[in-house]
């Protein structure tokens, strides 16, 4: 599975191999997971302005920017962008209401995974539409040693978000890599479209309630069920971008 899905890749874009210097994780269904509560957050609020967005679409959404999603809702039901002080005060509402959930947990199998990734010297990123304020912080907390404010994308670095490659072309610029030094850890659609875009190797992991069709559909080079099954196959996926 993994040196045909490699050499399919390597033949896309014309490169001799896959030199792994580092992995880059989408944090929200990935890392935590808090998707649950965001699609509930978004949910509840964009009824509440008199928007329909149902909790199954919100995954769909999952990566954009908050901005971008309230403006795809407004476009579809009133024909155009929301205001400045509507997606404001939207985004504020969504927040409020997220704030209210339990604090997500670790997705299982990230804190193993990383400590292999770690061990192995390789670069761990986080590459986030997230634009929580307290983000290092809360990664700090939950995944000690691993991440560094410096190789981090956020919210506040992008001017386009997911779908777009441009975070993700971010993060190699950061890191000062090429688009196969590294691969990336997506558990969205719209990430994984991102990913590809960008030119990196990039791998679904389907946590939430979306058919696995639809990621392959977004065009993820591999994918897994779960974080402990890409946690389990690491060791053998490592194998095989190095030989």
Not at 7 to 29: C, P, R, S, T, W
Not at 34 to 58: C, D, I, T, Y
Not at 163 to 182: R, T, V
Not at 233 to 240: F, G, I, K, N
Request: proline share 6%; net charge negative.
């Amino acid at each position: 599975m993994y040196p045909q899905a490699i050499e399919q890749y390597l033949a896309k874009h014309g490169y001799d191999k896959i030199n792994l210097k580092a992995v880059l994780f989408d944090m929200d269904g990935v890392l935590f997971n808090s998707m649950p509560n965001h699609a509930s957050s978004w949910h509840k609020v964009m009824e509440r302005m008199g928007f329909g967005l149902s909790e199954q679409e919100a995954y769909m959404h999952e990566g954009r920017t908050g901005a971008d999603t309230i403006n795809i809702i407004s476009r579809r039901e009133r024909g155009h962008d929301a205001t400045d002080e509507e997606i404001k005060a939207i985004y504020a509402a969504k927040s409020e209401e997220f704030n209210k959930c339990p604090p997500a947990e670790r997705m299982p199998g990230a804190w193993e995974v990383l400590q292999k990734i770690k061990a192995d010297g390789l670069t761990r990123m986080v590459v986030t539409g997230s634009g929580q304020v307290s983000l290092l912080d809360r990664l700090n907390k939950n995944f000690p040693g691993i991440f560094q404010k410096e190789l981090m994308v956020t919210a506040f670095d992008i001017k386009y978000g997911k779908p777009n490659p441009d975070p993700y072309l971010m993060a190699l610029e950061k890191a000062g890599l090429q688009p196969n030094e590294a691969i990336v850890i997506e558990n969205a659609p719209l990430g994984v479209q991102a990913g590809v875009a960008a030119g990196i190797f990039t791998i679904a992991v389907n946590t939430g309630p979306l058919p696995d069709q639809v990621l392959w559909d977004a065009g993820a080079n591999l994918l897994f069920p779960s974080m402990p099954a890409f946690n389990e196959e690491w060791e053998t996926l490592r194998r095989a971008t190095t030989e």
